[in-house]
């Protein structure tokens, strides 16, 4: 039985993708093998726990992973980006090394634990995107992992709860939305900045769906000003 029924109307966007690299190549400037340079599936694709067939990972600390199986990355975020750094004119889906991209969905609308079916597979919500370094020297574009960070134009990864084949081009179906309170934008604020509430960041440190990586950084976020406080109290 389909754990996961499509709703009466449901929400669906087009994607371009998926988009993968089969093979480690040499980042510009570097040397260092890197799978950022995708490239779109030309048949379907297996999606599974660990991500897309075929599709390389070169530093498994920061990339891959249960909680990180795939990547997403606003398409609409990159006419931004052109603008930033003009010698990018061709900036465009893939570019940051997502394995899918649409167009109206962004860190605003998307929630930690949604849920969507994209092709036969059930794909959830993890985490906020955490952009790096590797960005800079591919796009030889100084800063913009750190203006990605500090824009929240971030994107955002996908575990994967049920496995099934992605053909090129498949819809992306929203098929449950269990905290709608709780958007990608929303969280990553409230790590980078610390604007949460020792509250909000007790029961974000507790929401099941949301990548461990992230609920150890908000506990030891919320530990922190505890500490701080502690220690203010004694003098």
């Known amino acids: 039985m389909n754990r996961y029924p499509p709703r009466a109307q449901p929400m669906q966007w087009p994607v371009e993708g998926p988009f993968l690299r089969d093979r480690l190549v040499p980042l510009p400037g570097t040397g260092k093998p890197s799978a950022i340079d995708k490239q779109l599936a030309a048949a379907p694709v297996w999606l599974d726990f660990a991500g897309l067939a075929g599709d390389r990972v070169a530093d498994r600390r920061y990339h891959g992973g249960p909680d990180r199986s795939l990547c997403h990355y606003p398409a609409e975020h990159y006419g931004h980006w052109r603008r930033a750094y003009p010698h990018l004119r061709q900036l465009g889906p893939a570019a940051f ?8 969905l ?3 609308q998307v929630c930690i634990g949604d849920r969507f079916r994209w092709g ?7 985490q906020p995107r955490s952009p790096c370094a ?8 100084r800063g913009l992992a750190r203006q990605l960070a500090s824009s929240a134009r971030i994107g955002w990864l996908y575990r994967t709860l049920e496995a099934g084949e992605i053909a090129p081009g498949a819809a992306l179906q929203l098929i449950d939305r269990p905290y709608p309170t709780v958007s990608v934008a929303h969280l ?21 769906p949301l990548a461990m990586e992230y609920r150890k950084r908000l506990g030891q976020q919320l530990d922190s000003r505890r500490f701080r406080r502690d220690q203010g109290s004694l003098f």
């Open 97 to 104: 090394g997502e394995n899918l991209s649409t167009c109206g």
């Open 106 to 108: 962004d860190e605003a």
């Open 120 to 126: 036969d597979a059930i794909i959830e919500v993890s």
């Open 134 to 141: 590797n960005l800079d020297r591919r796009h030889n574009a």
């Open 188 to 208: 990553w604020q409230s790590v980078v900045n610390g604007t949460a509430s020792d509250d909000e960041l007790a029961q974000l440190a507790e929401l099941q």
